[in-house]
């Protein structure tokens, strides 16, 4: 292979025309498969503006011209897997544009007909060019499959036929553990009332598909079969020191690679105490390279006995300069602008009201990567504008609105002014979690009582 002189700039650059020196591809040898000679791979790793980090790979074969391409994800899997159910209501919804990636699987629950993963490269599409893709599928095969198995076949035409003359209303799913593809929301920036978008924490089964399975798991296993006739309270590790609480006035750093440039950088952690709320882990990023800066928030305690909902008035500009914990579990809305969070980051962040919406305005493209450039119709330009502009009224002070906090975990926090007693702008609201929100926690399925006992029965 040959040796490219990165340095120290990032390894995904922009994909531009003005810049096109600035690309670096690889070159390497590899067997042609059609004449199983020598031919030449080349390999440009680069990133789609409002999109992600591709790597694009060519090849052609010198003796007898062959020629191939493709694309592949070229960056990190998500922290959790997301899952898109879609109700197709009229023709017009035929035209959503999709992201597949290779690990999404696609399922059609009126048909019970189901794409699996992995069964096809990642394609950028519509929800028409998904069936004509699965049609395509299945005929490739069916001239060998009426020779052999005719009754086969003679099934497959029949379904075919039926796929092929579907038509709205029906149901789409979108499933990928890597948590990489994505449906357009046309109602944008509005939530869109036909698409329930929901993130989940893979299974071990989905990590080992991924070829990301921890390796906790194997240790865990070997562990519990050596001490599956002893005494299991041995399992536990004994690291001295492991005991000892992190002091809060201490600030931890660890080596991580940059989300942007996947540069090599440091991030930095810290406990910090919300008066009136609990611990909380700050964890910030500041890259050198390309100066990304990012930060994140995570619940120093465990999930609270209920659930949390706060909502808050801001009725005056100094409510903006609240502090602001919106934890990973948590929805963030404004009813007044039809705005749901799922259009943001999972990430959990601690900032000023001012501060959330201004990050509102800066992921809004990253997560709608529809809304602008070529694929984006000026009617939705349009409404983009507007919903910014209201957004720029809002922090202003000239738009009052309804910020909405609702935290399955109760780990979520809005800063009260008049604390300790109530604040007449904010009401907090406590409820018991239902089913689907338990299993999405892992509560489910979770065993907090006996469960020594019941490990030495197994």
Do not use: W
């Not at 980090?53 to 694309?71: A, L, T």
């Not at 070997?222 to 809060?248: C, F, H, M, N, Y």
């Not at 440039?261 to 390309?290: A, G, H, Q, W, Y």
């Amino acid at each position: 292979m040959a040796e490219q002189p990165y340095g120290n700039v990032p390894l995904f650059r922009d994909l531009s025309a003005e810049r096109y020196d600035d690309q670096e591809t690889t070159e390497m040898e590899s067997m042609c498969m059609n004449c199983h000679e020598s031919g030449t791979t080349r390999l440009l790793l680069t990133r789609i503006p409002f999109f992600r980090d591709v790597i694009i790979m060519s090849f052609e074969c010198p003796h007898c011209g062959e020629r191939n391409n493709e694309v592949q994800p070229g960056g990190a899997i998500q922290e959790k897997g997301v899952k898109y159910t879609v109700k197709l209501k009229d023709e017009k919804d035929m035209s959503r544009q999709v992201v597949k990636a290779d690990s999404a699987a696609v399922i059609f629950p009126e048909l019970d007909f189901e794409i699996p993963a992995n069964s096809q490269k990642g394609v950028f599409t519509t929800i028409e060019g998904l069936i004509s893709r699965a049609v395509e599928g299945l005929e490739q095969d069916q001239p060998l499959r009426k020779i052999q198995h005719p009754e086969v076949a003679a099934k497959i035409d029949e379904f075919i036929l039926k796929l092929g003359q579907l038509k709205p209303p029906f149901t789409v799913v979108l499933d990928d553990p890597a948590g990489n593809s994505f449906i357009e929301n046309p109602a944008a920036p509005s939530t869109d009332p036909d698409m329930a978008v929901q993130t989940y924490t893979r299974t071990e089964e989905q990590d080992k598909a991924l070829g990301i399975m921890p390796a906790t798991y194997e240790e865990s296993t070997d562990q519990a079969s050596q001490l599956s006739g002893g005494d299991r309270s041995a399992a536990a590790p004994t690291i001295e020191g492991a005991a000892a609480p992190v002091p809060k006035d201490e600030v931890l750093s660890f080596p991580v690679n940059c989300p942007e440039c996947n540069c090599p950088t440091e991030s930095r952690m810290k406990v910090v105490n919300i008066p009136f709320f609990k611990d909380i882990i700050l964890m910030s990023l500041t890259c050198d390279k390309c100066g990304c800066k990012s930060n994140e928030v995570k619940s120093g305690s465990g999930f609270e006995p209920k659930g949390k909902k706060i909502s808050l008035r801001l009725t005056d500009p100094s409510d903006l300069n609240r502090d602001i914990l919106k934890s990973e579990t948590c929805t963030f809305t404004i009813p007044e602008l039809q705005f749901d969070s799922y259009l943001m980051s999972d990430a959990g962040k601690f900032s000023t009201i001012e501060g959330m919406i201004d990050a509102i305005k800066g992921n809004f493209k990253v997560k709608q990567p529809f809304t602008s450039g070529d694929s984006a119709t000026n009617e939705r330009r349009r409404k983009i504008r507007e919903f910014v502009d209201k957004l720029d009224q809002v922090i202003a002070g000239k738009l009052q609105v309804t910020v909405v906090l609702d935290d399955p975990a109760g780990n979520s926090y809005i800063q009260n002014l008049y604390a300790p007693d109530p604040d007449p702008e904010m009401t907090v609201e406590e409820y018991e979690r239902t089913e689907e929100q338990k299993d999405l926690l892992g509560l489910s399925h979770m065993n907090t009582e006996n469960y020594r006992n019941e490990a030495g029965q197994d």
